[in-house]
């Protein structure tokens, strides 16, 4: 699993009738320390609903295809949550509702 934040959205009008109706977020990977972004992007199709800003774990390879969304479709990364908390050695670096 990948940790990032969603920094955009991917539209294309063209594409694979499978994939048609997903959405597709740009998502830039972040330090885990830190939670900075680290100029690493990847886009991934959306099966929770988010929305730019938040911190999401990314699947990526086979296990992007198990979700409801994307279950038999082309896919190699997949936002499968909404982080709400993030705690490294004992020390919360990252909440949400703060």
């Not at 109706?21 to 929770?48: C, N, P, Q, R, S």
């Amino acid at each position: 699993m990948t940790l990032g934040r969603v920094a955009g959205t991917v539209v294309s009008t063209s594409k694979e009738p499978r994939i048609e109706g997903i959405k597709f977020l740009l998502v830039e990977k972040v330090g885990y320390g830190d939670m900075k972004g680290t100029g690493d992007y990847l886009v991934a199709m959306d099966a929770v609903g988010a929305g730019i800003g938040e911190i999401v774990l990314v699947v990526s390879g086979s296990s992007s295809r198990l979700t409801d969304v994307t279950k038999d479709r082309p896919s190699d990364a997949t936002i499968t949550a909404i982080v709400d908390d993030v705690e490294l050695d004992g020390e919360t670096v990252y909440r949400k509702y703060a």
